[in-house]
């Protein structure tokens, strides 16, 4: 049976602030055309979609920070939020579990891809959408 595939209902926004809205206001959906749920992050603090492994949950393979520590440059200084504060191999192993989970049947494990034909909408245009 071919599963059916799910495409988010709006066009990819094109800025993360935008995206954070409409994922708050349950518009951004899974790969099962389920709205997301969004909360505070008990790992990291940062409002995110809460089904989804927080980097922060798992060491860093990286700079060696254990679960719930923030990534850490050798001069111990804490990573810019603006690099979402994680080490990229850290984030990579995040994505990889949710790959596993949906893999293994979970659809809540993976947002639904961009509606196809619709370029990103430059930032500070999202008016519309709503
Ligand atoms: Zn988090
Ligand atoms: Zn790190």
Redesign the pocket.
Known sequence: MLATVVYQPVPDPGSYAAYAELARRGVIVDDAGIPVRTGTCSWCGVLSILNLTCPRSLP?P??R?TSGSP??RPSEHVLSKGFDG??VP?RRAAYRLDEARHAAGDRSALLAPWPVDTPAVPTGQQAFLF
Do not use: G, L, P, V
């Open positions: 860093c990286t700079c920070a990534c850490r994680e080490h850290r």
